[in-house]
T-cell receptor, first 121, second 109 residues
Framework: DGGITQSPKYLFRKEGQNVTLSCEQN?????MYWYRQDPGQGLRLIYY???????QKGDIAEGYSVSREKKESFPLTVTSAQKNPTAFYLC????????????????????FGAGSRLTVL | GQSLEQPSEVTAVEGAIVQINCTYQ??????LSWYQQHDGGAPTFLSY??LDGLEETGRFSSFLSRSDSYGYLLLQELQMKDSASYFC??????????WGAGTKLIIKP
């Protein structure tokens, strides 16, 4: 079955350490996204990528970095520059708006991974 | 600016019908989506409306009025498993989804 795999599910980090969250999809989706969710809040976009070797900053990119060297993979690094990294991180993918347009289901239907919960000690 | 508003919490009784409203403000409009998220889980897609009117999928329906910048999610024959947070989302000016803060649906027996 196709889907998105995020790892690790739980991660503990000491202050000053960088950590990398993995996200792999086998849905053949062009677009991939990283969101952050804090308790009782909505989703905030960190980075997104509509195509391999290209990615864009979202609303809260400071202290984070990504790469998109393969279509299937979109890892997120939480750097020591992120002041408050404790949160639930969600990776998602979609067909993307480049193929079908922004008003298409391809742009609006996201498939999510199970999430990674990061705690800073 | 671009924003979405939805109630923070709605309470209903098992077996009843509940409506979750969403109003939006965007520079362009490409459709309204709804997602469900259970506590500790990931959001899952429920429905998408690009045009005015009602879309029905089983017990769930979603409505859109583009002239009023308004939509709602209607859940019928509520079951305890429907207890979750529900998010509305629209495509923003950078062609990425902008999310509402979510509505927590509490279902009482």
């Amino acid at each position: 079955d196709g889907g998105i795999t995020q790892s690790p599910k739980y991660l503990f980090r000491k202050e000053g350490q960088n950590v990398t969250l993995s996200c792999e999809q086998n849905l053949n989706h062009d677009a991939m996204y990283w969101y952050r969710q804090d308790p009782g809040q909505g989703l905030r976009l960190i980075y997104y990528s509509q195509i391999v070797n290209d990615f864009q900053k979202g609303d809260i990119a400071e202290g984070y970095s990504v790469s998109r060297e393969k279509k299937e993979s979109f890892p997120l690094t939480v750097t020591s520059a992120q002041k408050n990294p404790t949160a639930f991180y969600l990776c998602a993918s979609s067909i993307g708006w480049r193929r079908q347009g922004a008003a298409s289901s391809g742009a609006n239907v996201l498939t999510f991974g199970a999430g990674s919960r990061l705690t800073v000690l | 600016g671009q924003s979405l508003e939805q109630p923070s919490e709605v309470t209903a009784v098992e077996g009843a019908i509940v409506q979750i409203n969403c109003t939006y403000q965007t520079s362009g409009f490409y459709g309204l989506s709804w997602y469900q998220q259970h506590d500790g889980g990931a959001p899952t897609f429920l429905s998408y409306n690009a045009l005015d009117g009602l879309e029905e999928t089983g017990r769930f329906s979603s409505f859109l009025s583009r002239s009023d910048s308004y939509g709602y999610l209607l859940l019928q024959e509520l079951q305890m498993k429907d207890s979750a947070s529900y998010f509305c989302a629209v495509i923003g000016s950078n062609y990425q989804l902008i999310w509402g803060a979510g509505t927590k649906l509490i279902i009482k027996p």
